[in-house]
């Protein structure tokens, strides 16, 4: 299959022909229903490189492994505000959802409207999502936020949130802890009453994403300790 004029048919077809049995069991157990390797998926999408269109039609199919695939050789860019708020509503399987906020939304110029709109969203699963872009600024470019703020928020609502906002808003509170020394000791403290995702199983070299632990570690690793 070429670059020039391809189908969304001639792009479902090769995704179903990469489809695997056992890769859909796996990723089933994390809520994604596709069965493609994303190393398989890298490489049909650096063949059939930038395609804005091509991308918008594969969204539109609603299949998880051609969304991902859409993510991957769209213009970040050239999506409105309108129609991010749309696909992060519509996103469905985490994974797809993980890949529009990091590799698209984070860097479209609707960016910053989006995460404030979704911080304060009903949903969680689009709260998570401003929670997200809130930990991107967290670390990039933390002028003019909150931060104090945040962490009230993040004592008051993290312990009973749903997973995927939990995950997020715990981040965000790690993400504050290692980067802003003058914020650390009561991120940590929260982390220590909270005991949110303290007893989370970690492969071993890894690093927990126990907020305390995961603080303390990479403050260690940047400091060279």
Same mark, same amino acid.
């Given at each position: 299959?070429?670059?020039?004029?391809?189908?969304?048919?001639?792009?479902?077809?090769?995704?179903?022909?990469?489809?695997?049995?056992?890769?859909?069991?796996?990723?089933?157990?994390?809520?994604?229903?596709?069965?493609?390797?994303?190393?398989?998926?890298?490489?049909?999408?650096?063949?059939?490189?930038?395609?804005?269109?091509?991308?918008?039609?594969?969204?539109?199919?609603?299949?998880?492994?051609?969304?991902?695939?859409?993510?991957?050789?769209?213009?970040?860019?050239?999506?409105?505000?309108?129609?991010?708020?749309?696909?992060?509503?519509?996103?469905?399987?985490?994974?797809?959802? *993980?890949?529009?906020?990091?590799?698209?939304?984070?860097?479209?110029?609707?960016?910053?409207?989006?995460?404030?709109?979704?911080?304060? *969203?009903?949903?969680?699963?689009?709260?998570?999502?401003?929670?997200?872009?809130?930990?991107?600024?967290?670390?990039?470019?933390?002028?003019?936020?909150?931060?104090?703020?945040?962490? *009230?928020?993040?004592?008051?609502?993290?312990?009973?949130?749903?997973?995927?906002?939990?995950?997020?808003?715990? &981040?965000?509170?790690?993400?504050?802890?290692?980067? &802003?020394?003058?914020?650390?000791?009561?991120?940590?403290?929260?982390?220590?009453?909270?005991?949110?995702?303290?007893?989370?199983?970690?492969?071993?070299?890894?690093?927990?994403?126990?907020?305390?632990?995961?603080?303390?570690?990479?403050?260690?690793?940047? *400091?060279?300790?």
């Amino acid at each position: 299959m070429t670059v020039a004029e391809v189908t969304v048919a001639e792009v479902m077809a090769e995704l179903a022909a990469l489809e695997d049995p056992k890769i859909r069991a796996v990723n089933a157990r994390h809520g994604d229903d596709h069965g493609v390797n994303l190393g398989a998926l890298r490489a049909l999408a650096k063949r059939l490189k930038t395609q804005q269109e091509l991308a918008r039609r594969l969204w539109e199919t609603g299949d998880t492994a051609a969304r991902l695939l859409a993510l991957l050789i769209c213009r970040p860019k050239a999506f409105e505000g309108d129609e991010l708020d749309a696909m992060v509503r519509e996103a469905g399987a985490p994974k797809v959802h *993980d890949w529009l906020v990091n590799y698209v939304v984070k860097k479209s110029p609707h960016a910053e409207e989006l995460r404030q709109a979704w911080l304060a *969203d009903p949903d969680p699963v689009v709260a998570s999502a401003g929670w997200a872009l809130t930990t991107e600024r967290v670390a990039k470019k933390p002028a003019g936020l909150d931060l104090a703020g945040l962490l *009230d928020v993040i004592e008051a609502e993290m312990k009973g949130a749903p997973d995927r906002l939990q995950w997020a808003m715990n &981040h965000c509170l790690a993400q504050i802890g290692i980067e &802003h020394p003058e914020h650390r000791a009561r991120a940590v403290g929260i982390g220590e009453r909270l005991e949110v995702l303290k007893d989370y199983p970690v492969s071993p070299g890894c690093t927990s994403p126990y907020a305390p632990v995961w603080i303390e570690e990479m403050v260690r690793r940047r *400091d060279g300790g």
